[in-house]
């Protein structure tokens, strides 16, 4: 065989791969799929891993119902065993880092297995596709280090902001740091002792981003939050900047992203937002402590 023999086979071989690659194909359990990336020397996803992917899925008339590329917001899943045979986790399981595909999964039988009524948008007998481009996969202990390390940066880069915010604004010299990062801006005194974790505690907020927009408000129902301290129900920020605050008081507190709502987009706040709330600590309530440590809320208050 001469070169030239040797060089047409090989681009037959590569062009036969990329066809395979870009044609349908199905697993034993009836999962449809299609490869559009593949890298066979990259770190395959395993049970258990952590696995950072785009999603855009469709239902069968081809209407997106859900874009990760538009929300900033890729998806951060532990990879799991299929729930059952031809699910979209099952597709996951065939991927790994970098790649890419589109999987078809029957709207029927995914609305039965999780015990949903089928929505309007659905129709009986479609399918839907999910298509994902694979972010990440790593092992708990490497995304634990991960998070670990943005959340470093992320906190000096805050730091940074509140700095340059309060300066703006003539606020440093009110300003009260803590370590956590979290600043609060006293601006009307109040009186008594201050709340500890287990106080039930009524308060007006209003929630803004530094260039002053507002996302949310108490105010705008009239009713003031009934909560109680430490125990998990609003935002890291909000647990540790009520009990720097006294009956009838105001202020400002400004919550670094480790504190709020994280490096992920929620709702209209987007991921590593500083933020700031205008709080009003109207009434204190002693109660029990909480049994246990507090976990955060993804929400300022519910």
Same mark, same amino acid.
């Given at each position: 065989m001469n070169l030239k023999t040797i060089g047409y086979a090989m681009g037959i071989t590569i062009l036969a791969a990329a066809c395979n690659q870009h044609r349908q194909q199905v697993t034993d359990s009836g999962l449809k799929y299609t490869l559009f990336e593949h890298k066979d020397d990259a770190k395959k996803a395993e049970l258990g891993n952590i696995m950072t992917f785009h999603l855009v899925l469709k239902n069968g008339t081809d209407s997106t119902l859900r874009d990760t590329y538009k929300e900033n917001n890729p998806v951060k899943m532990v990879l799991q065993a299929p729930p059952y045979k031809g699910s #979209?986790?099952?597709? &996951?399981?065939? &991927? !790994?880092? +970098?790649?890419?595909?589109? #999987? *078809?999964?029957?709207?029927? $039988? *995914? #609305? !039965?297995?999780?015990?949903?009524?089928m929505p309007p948008m659905i129709k009986k007998g479609s399918e839907l596709s999910f298509t994902v481009k694979v972010v990440s996969v790593l092992t708990s202990e490497e995304f634990q280090k991960q998070q670990a390390e943005a959340g470093k940066k992320q906190k000096d880069i805050d730091a940074k902001i509140i700095d340059e915010y309060l300066a703006k604004n003539n606020l440093t010299a009110k300003?009260?740091? $803590?370590? /956590?990062? &979290? %600043? @609060? %801006?006293?601006?009307?005194?109040?009186? +008594?002792? /201050?709340? $500890?974790? +287990?106080?039930? %505690?009524? %308060?007006? @907020? $209003?929630?803004? #981003? *530094?260039?002053?927009k507002e996302f949310d408000s108490s105010k705008s129902g009239g009713k003031p939050l009934d909560m109680q301290v430490g125990a998990g129900m609003v935002i890291q920020g909000w647990d540790e900047g009520l009990t720097l605050m006294k009956k009838g008081e105001k202020g400002l507190l400004l919550i670094p992203s480790g504190l709020a709502y994280g490096p992920d987009q929620y709702g209209p706040i987007p991921g590593n937002s500083v933020l700031q709330f205008e709080m009003e600590l109207l009434d204190i309530t002693k109660g029990t402590k909480p049994a246990g440590p507090a976990l955060p809320s993804p929400a300022p208050a519910k």
């Open positions: #979209f986790e099952e597709g &996951l399981t065939l &991927l !790994a880092a +970098g790649d890419s595909a589109k #999987f *078809l999964v029957n709207a029927d $039988t *995914l #609305f !039965a297995k999780i015990g949903q009524p300003a009260r740091k $803590t370590a /956590s990062g &979290l %600043v @609060y %801006v006293p601006q009307t005194e109040g009186t +008594g002792a /201050s709340p $500890t974790p +287990g106080d039930n %505690v009524k %308060v007006h @907020y $209003t929630g803004k #981003f *530094l260039d002053g």
